[in-house]
């Protein structure tokens, strides 16, 4: 049996889905993102009979995160789906239109069951290139917490009096 995992990224927490072949609902769980959650995350698909030599696939929105790269070290095929594809298969499935999460991660498990063709694998990185990444990523944080410094000096001044 195939099976496809979808993972909803969320602020403290993951919710995740587990789709057959076909589109039935084989498990859902939340888990927080830690060892503990991860190691509740790869319990529940080595019970679905995720293996090393037949991985079950991955699809999340990001294609970084402590989650993404400890899943990619797994070997396990992963996908990042692109969150508006996320909205419009979500809008083109769902006539509410309210967001949930446990929905989002069957959407993204969907998604993967329905058009995995369509969608790139995140390539396996070498040391180096992980390396760069890393360090881009604390350069993009240091640089956003220089400007919201910048914009809370300059906010804080504006409300001071002024001094003779």
């Known amino acids: 049996m ?20 076909a589109g039935k609902l084989m498990a859902k769980k939340r888990v927080n993102e830690d060892v503990d959650g991860f190691a509740e995350l ?3 698909l080595a019970e679905l009979g995720d293996t090393a030599e037949d991985p ?6 990001t294609p970084r995160g402590l989650l993404v790269a400890a ?6 095929p992963v996908f990042a789906i692109n969150p508006m594809a996320v909205a419009r298969y979500r ?16 959407t993204l498990a969907n998604i993967l069951r329905v058009d995995a ?4 694998r995140i390539p396996a990185d070498s040391d180096l ?7 881009a990523r604390a350069q993009q944080d240091a640089i956003w917490r220089r400007t919201k410094a910048s914009n809370e000096l300059r906010d804080a001044s504006r409300v001071l009096p002024d001094l003779p």
Do not use: N, Y
């Open 42 to 44: 790869t319990g529940l």
């Open 71 to 76: 899943l990619r070290a797994t070997g396990r």
């Open 129 to 135: 290139a992980q390396a760069v990444a890393v360090l």
């Open 117 to 120: 063709h369509m969608h790139r």
């Open 2 to 21: 195939t099976l496809f995992c979808g993972i909803d990224w969320a602020e403290v927490h993951r919710d995740l889905a587990v789709v057959d072949s």
């Open 91 to 106: 809008e083109r499935h769902s006539v509410s239109r309210t967001k949930s999460d446990h929905a989002d991660a069957m």
């Open 56 to 61: 079950i696939p991955v699809s999340i929105e």
